[in-house]
C-alpha cells in the first residue's frame, strides 16, 4: 500500500529555513489526482494546515505562512518537500505530510525544533 | 480568512453519546471533513463530506451539518474514544484548507 515518510533536521537554527521531504513509496506522487499537503502541529496544540501541491504542480498555501513557505514536487525522486524560511521557536512543531483532501494518508510525522 | 470554532473539552459518560461541534459561517454549504487523534499518532479521518464514513470506522461515528454548526456525534461512548477531534473543511483549489481548534473528548 502507499505509504509516506517524512525526513529532514530534527533541529534547525532560528533565522534560518527549514526543509522536509515527504518519500511516497508504493504509489506515484504524479499519478491520480491528489493533493500533496504539509501540515504541522506545535507540542499541546491543534492542527494547521501549511499549504499543498497538486500533482500538476499548483500550490496552495496558509495566508499566514504564505510569505516564507515552498512546496515543491520531484517526480524523479517521488518525493515532495517543505521549505519554510526566517524561523523562529514558534515554528517549533511535528510536521506531517499528507495525500489528499479530506486526508485519507498521512506521514507518521516528524518533530522539528527550532533553537540555537 | 474562514474560522472554525470547536469547543475544547467535551465530556461524557460511558455508554451515552457525545455530540462534538463545529462552528463556522454558514458551514452548512461546505464539506466538512473529522479527524480523530491519538496521543502521538497521526490524525485518522472519521467522518468525510459531513456525514460519509470510511472503511473501518465503526457506525457509532456519524456526522452532520447545517446552517452554522457541524456536529460529529459518537454513540455508545467508550473509554478508547477519549482522544483529540478536529473539524476541517475546504472549499475550493483557490482556498485555504482549514483546521477547528481541536476538541478533546473526555469520558466520564
Known amino acids: 500500500q502507499v505509504r509516506l515518510q517524512e525526513s529532514g533536521p530534527g533541529l534547525v537554527k532560528p533565522s534560518e529555513t527549514l526543509s522536509l521531504t515527504c518519500t511516497v513509496s508504493g504509489g506515484s506522487v504524479s499519478s491520480g489526482t491528489y493533493y500533496w499537503s504539509w501540515i504541522r502541529q506545535p507540542p499541546g496544540k491543534g492542527l494547521e494546515w501549511i499549504g499543498y501541491?497538486?500533482?500538476?504542480?499548483?500550490?496552495n498555501y496558509n495566508p499566514s505562512l504564505k510569505s516564507r513557505v515552498t512546496i515543491s514536487l520531484d517526480t524523479s525522486k517521488n518525493q515532495f518537500s517543505l521549505r519554510l524560511s526566517s524561523v523562529t521557536a514558534a515554528d517549533t512543531a511535528v510536521y506531517y505530510c499528507?495525500?489528499?483532501?479530506?486526508?485519507?494518508?498521512w506521514g507518521q510525522g516528524t518533530l522539528v525544533t527550532v533553537s540555537s | 480568512s474562514y474560522v472554525l470554532t470547536q469547543p475544547p473539552s467535551v465530556s461524557v459518560a460511558p455508554g451515552k453519546t457525545a455530540r462534538i461541534t463545529c462552528g463556522g459561517n454558514?458551514?452548512?454549504?461546505?464539506?466538512v471533513h473529522w479527524y480523530q487523534q491519538k496521543p502521538g499518532q497521526a490524525p485518522v479521518l472519521v467522518i468525510y463530506f459531513d456525514s460519509d464514513r470510511p472503511s473501518g470506522i465503526p457506525e457509532r461515528f456519524s456526522g452532520s451539518n447545517s446552517g452554522n454548526t457541524a456536529t460529529l456525534t459518537i454513540s455508545r461512548v467508550e473509554a478508547g474514544d477519549e482522544v483529540d477531534y478536529y473539524c476541517q473543511v475546504w472549499d475550493s483549489r483557490n482556498d485555504p484548507v482549514v483546521f477547528g481548534g481541536g476538541t478533546k473528548l473526555t469520558v466520564l
Open positions: 454558514n458551514i452548512g454549504s461546505k464539506s
Open positions: 501541491i497538486y500533482y500538476s504542480g499548483t500550490t
Open positions: 499528507a495525500r489528499g483532501i479530506p486526508i485519507l494518508l
